[in-house]
């Protein structure tokens, strides 16, 4: 369909729309024409994603002169997958109402390991394995070498990419990775450096959050992108947790024993140098004395190497001269690696701020900030200058010297805290050091700074007034969407007891209680009876879960459960968890259906849909707090309080909501789809934690679902499932209108719609 929003024609590849999506379009064209930034919330199953990419596209097309690059960030590569699928519909629906004039180019871009045709290299177990094996065939110098010595192995597909040059292009169109790789194949291209490459020259690029949050990354990848892109971040409920990661570099004995082999390998490799090629170590010296903004023509394979860490500012200086020479630089690093191993014997824990950290390197091992500021760089320069192609043996330098710029460039919204061991295993020795991010809107804030419209979406963002202060920005737009149903297809519940009227919680005080273990079984097993299909149950933590799994396997209550169900458990390894969910999917499949056991925050609560059959009821043991005697929790609850005035009961019940939000969320995924959730514990019922729900779930609950037992959540979801078998009507009567079409838009108009919603 095709439809007027204000002043832009949207093409739309469906013959009808739904009303949130219309007002979710409209509020995200007022902010690109504000050219500001926007929150907006949608609830699950309702085509979010087709919804940003056909009010961006068709955005672009109404502005031919000087239209904007969509960059869209997600989560994962299946995720990266499905956009591009869903993009490829809606540009074939573009070309058959525009021609040729709608051609775009759009690609997703992965790392190696995802894109890499050459099967000597694609064969390694790592990332940073595949990585380090590309490079030794890629290398400029390994390249330069082949040519005067045959059997030195370089990657056909790299060269006869490297040989077509200027015609080494990809025709308009959509590549999934599957389609980049197939491409490759056909003409004999490397298709990871072919994609690199297009980057710069393609309508869209869909790819991870890591390549504009982490500056590791993004300084390579996303340096050349202009300030028109549009940048969305989708699924992006944790985005606060992604820019903390990106920024926090934790040193271990293992480490540190690494970075020891490291430096007396690179030690060697300079004497090398200096008895058979001295010439190349002075033109380095030469080079970091112009400065580190001269290093921007290095060719593809090496500019890797060039640092993305420190901000632009820095660049323009040259590296401090006690460092130029490699082997006084040497010298400085092994002077920090013997620092941090005195810091990490230690018994008692350790907590300091970035600035008497410093101070404290400076004093013992005469290590000022400014040579801490450039190791990460000064190390990547003299690992181009050796030659070095394997870095995946160096990875252990590379993190103490990430670790040394970062604490050399920041002193606000980091900490430094030493841990002689896990508190939750006193006895098992493992000191770590770890500098510790508090603060999400340093990572984000040069994308906010240099991009005019940033997009942060989800189904899970309430309350969504907490990311503004999370992230310390303004946003022009922010909204959170109701879902329009024809029928009540979803039937969240609170349960606070069991049959036997004891009160269920994952409480500290109450999680080990015989009573609340029983309970827990017993509604489970009542459900798997009742319930046909896939049941999700998630846990507040994995050894949560274990521990209440062998509770139930001695009370007898698993056999129980297994008489109706199989049982299918996620664990902390991929590929055990990925088989668990197949076998899951093939026994729902038959009929049987199954119960899936998993845990919030884990790789099943993020990603995995558990749409129809899949999953008909989802169960939420308890509140998925984060361990509250984390050092580093603490550290950042502390950061915030005191920067951002954000309360830490207020952080902590925000984020277990909307953990448990994003858990209960995977079992409905469209409109068509019907299922029940059941929040199991006591603390649900209260309105301070069940107010933090999204408004889609809370619109839902009923107040005479908000404190069950089990025989009444019993009660209810067969009188739920009973009522969800009957037919209905999909698009809805007149005065409950769920589907719209391009006559009912052009009658209502956009003010009706918007009230529809209301």
Known sequence: MKFQLEDVTVYFPYDHIYP?????????????????????????????????????????????????????????????????????????????????????????????????????VVSGSSRDSVDAACRKLTASWVRAMAIENPNIPTCCFFENYEKA????????????????????????????????????LANVVVYSYQYLLDPKVAGIISKEMQRECVVVFDEAHNI??????????????????????????????????????????????????????QRGNLPITDNWLSNPVLPNDILKEAVPGNIRRAEHFLSVLRRLVQYFKGRLQTE???????????????????IDQKMLKFCYDRLHSLMLTLEITDTDEFLHIQTICDFATLVGTYTRGFSIIIEPFDERMPHIPDPVLQLSCHDASIAIKPVFERFQSVIITSGTLSPIDLYPRLLNFNPVISRSFTMSLTRDCICPMVLTRGSDQLPVSTKFDMRS?????????????????????????????????DGIVNSWNEMGILQDVMQHKLVFI?????????????????????????????????????????????????????VPFQYTLSRILLARLEYLRETFQIKEGDFLTFDALRQAAQCVGRVIRSKADYGMMIFADKRYSRHDKRSKLPGWILSHLRDAHLNLSTDMALHIAREFLKKMAQPYDKAGSSNRKTLLSEEDLERMGADIVSEMLS
Not at 589 to 599: H, L, M, Q
């Open 165 to 200: 040059g200027s015609d080494a292009m990809l025709p308009p169109g959509v590549y999934t990775l599957q389609d980049l790789r197939a491409f490759g194949k056909e003409k004999g291209w490397c298709p990871y450096f072919l994609a690199r490459h297009m980057v710069q």
């Open 513 to 545: 209680d015989p009573g609340v273990v029983r309970n827990y079984g017993r509604l489970l097993l009542e459900m798997v009876a009742a319930v046909p299909d896939g049941i999700v149950c998630f846990f507040v933590s994995y050894s949560y879960m």
């Open 348 to 366: 008692n824990v350790e907590k300091e701020g970035l600035v008497a950290f410093v101070a404290s390197i400076n004093s013992q091992a005469g």
């Open 240 to 293: 606060d947790n992604v820019c903390i990661e990106a920024l926090s570099v934790s040193i271990r004995t293992q480490t540190l024993e690494g970075a020891t082999r490291n430096l007396s390998k690179m030690s060697q490799e300079i004497e090398r140098l200096k008895a058979t090629d001295a010439g190349r170590l002075r033109a380095e010296y030469n080079r970091l004395v112009e400065g580190l903004a």
């Open 20 to 120: 949130e999506q219309y007002a979710y379009m409209l509020e995200l064209k007022r902010a690109l024409d504000a050219r500001g930034h926007c929150l907006l919330e949608m609830p699950t199953g309702t085509g979010k994603t087709i919804a940003l990419l056909s009010l961006i596209t068709s955005y672009a097309l109404s502005k031919p002169s000087n239209p904007p690059k969509l960059l869209y960030c997600t989560r994962t590569v299946h995720e990266m997958e499905k956009t591009l699928a869903e993009l490829r519909l809606l540009h074939d629906y573009q070309l058959s109402q525009l021609g040729p004039s709608a051609r775009i180019l759009a690609l997703g871009l992965s790392s190696r390991k995802n894109l890499c045709i050459n099967p000597s």
């Open 570 to 622: 996620e664990t902390q390894d991929v590929v055990e968890t990925t088989l668990a969910l197949d076998n899951y999917r093939r026994a729902c499949d038959c009929g049987r259906g199954a119960v899936f056991f998993s845990v919030a925050r884990g790789k099943v609560a993020e990603g995995i849909d558990f749409d129809r059959h899949y999953g008909r009821l989802v169960i939420m043991f308890g």
